[in-house]
T-cell receptor
Framework: DGGITQSPKYLFRKEGQNVTLSCEQN?????MYWYRQDPGQGLRLIYY???????QKGDIAEGYSVSREKKESFPLTVTSAQKNPTAFYLCASSMGTPPDTQYFGPGTRLTVL | EDKVVQSPLSLVVHEGDTVTLNCSYEVTNFRSLLWYKQEKKAPTFLFMLTSSGIEKKSGRLSSILDKKELFSILNITATQTGDSAVYLCAVMGSGAGSYQLTFGKGTKLSVIP
């Protein structure tokens, strides 16, 4: 089955800890994205990557970091510098240059205790 | 700065009603407009619109784009309880040489029996 997987589904973290969210796709898509969604808000772009070993900051990159060592994988680290990390995190991917339709994974709900 | 505004923010209708959801936008170098349906988790893709005046249809859902007036509408006829969801509008521009989706806050549709 082709698709985008995210893990874990739910994640709890203590304040001051870094945590890494996984995103994997087997769609052979070149571009991958991370979004954050808060209640009553649209999706806001954190980071995106159009090719392996390259990524760009989105609108709200502060307190987050990413890597893109493999085409299939785009993990997101939420660092202790992120002031309000509790949110729903969505990963997406798209193909083509330039990319158009983005397809989303099931999301990870992060709660900071 | 790219901007997408959806209206209304929420809507409650009875089964069988027809609804129209609105999306207006301001974006640098417009490329496409996308509609997604989000039921609790991952947004699922509905339509991508690139040309003015051409209606896209899928069953009871249809959408049209007006590039002159910078808006799109999503119509749902004969609504069913399964249509209850948040409908997201997103616009892709190509400002600054990159291709990013900017999302609206969504319209929450509730269909009651």
């Amino acid at each position: 089955d082709g698709g985008i997987t995210q893990s874990p589904k739910y994640l709890f973290r203590k304040e001051g800890q870094n945590v890494t969210l996984s995103c994997e796709q087997n769609l052979n898509h070149d571009a991958m994205y991370w979004y954050r969604q808060d209640p009553g808000q649209g999706l806001r772009l954190i980071y995106y990557s159009q090719i392996v070993n390259d990524f760009q900051k989105g609108d709200i990159a502060e307190g987050y970091s990413v890597s893109r060592e493999k085409k299939e994988s785009f993990p997101l680290t939420v660092t202790s510098a992120q002031k309000n990390p509790t949110a729903f995190y969505l990963c997406a991917s798209s193909m083509g240059t330039p990319p158009d339709t983005q397809y989303f994974g099931p999301g990870t709900r992060l709660t900071v205790l | 700065e790219d901007k997408v505004v959806q209206s209304p923010l929420s809507l409650v209708v009875h089964e069988g009603d027809t609804v129209t959801l609105n999306c207006s936008y301001e974006v640098t170098n417009f490329r496409s407009l996308l509609w997604y349906k989000q039921e609790k988790k991952a947004p699922t893709f509905l339509f991508m619109l690139t040309s003015s005046g051409i209606e896209k249809k899928s069953g009871r859902l249809s959408s049209i784009l007006d590039k002159k007036e910078l808006f799109s509408i999503l119509n749902i006829t004969a609504t069913q309880t399964g249509d209850s969801a948040v409908y997201l509008c997103a616009v892709m521009g190509s400002g600054a040489g990159s291709y990013q989706l900017t999302f609206g806050k969504g319209t929450k549709l509730s269909v009651i029996p």
